[in-house]
């Protein structure tokens, strides 16, 4: 493997544990708001004619936030597994890998602006993460497709 390869792969999984950090966050940031959001699901169920207690609000919100937070998990294990691809040089790793760079990095130009308005600690950090998050996939990015690390990808290598 070439250390340009390795050097993303370490990238990658920072990335990825930074993934976590930022559900984390992003979950705490939401579950401060729970009550509001148990509000508006409350007058959505009035609107259509359904009774909502406040007890059961909040206990489907807390069941999503818990559905959330497995989904979370589940694609931080792919991720992990497609990372391990890339660095065993599968081409088709790299492109997902790419295509979720980019996607990062997108998230973390939007945190930039949004973080000034964050409000709460959670959401400042998780703003932050999303921003270090796009800086390590870029670089990732850029370190996956130089010449050497081309070559590794390149079917039929071995």
């Known amino acids: 493997m070439p250390k340009d390869v390795g050097t993303a792969q370490q990238l990658w999984w920072s990335v990825i544990g930074l993934g976590v950090v930022y559900l984390v966050a992003s979950i705490v940031a939401l579950f401060t708001q729970r009550r509001v959001v148990a509000e508006d699901l409350i007058e959505q169920a009035r609107a259509q004619g359904t009774a909502l207690t406040m007890a059961s609000a909040e206990s489907m919100v807390t069941l999503a936030f818990v559905v959330v937070a497995l989904v979370g998990l589940a694609f931080t294990a792919l991720a992990l597994v497609i990372v391990r691809q890339f660095a065993r040089g599968k081409r ?7 295509v979720f760079g980019v ?30 998050q ?6 990732a990015i850029y370190l996956s497709h130089r010449p050497d690390s081309a070559a590794y990808f390149q079917p039929g290598r071995h």
């Open 134 to 139: 796009a800086v390590f996939a870029v670089g």
């Open 103 to 132: 996607w990062a990095a997108v998230t973390g130009v939007g945190a930039l602006v949004v973080t000034e308005s964050a409000a709460g600690i959670a959401a400042l950090v998780a703003g932050g993460v999303s921003i270090v």
């Open 92 to 98: 088709w790793a790299r492109t997902v890998l790419t």
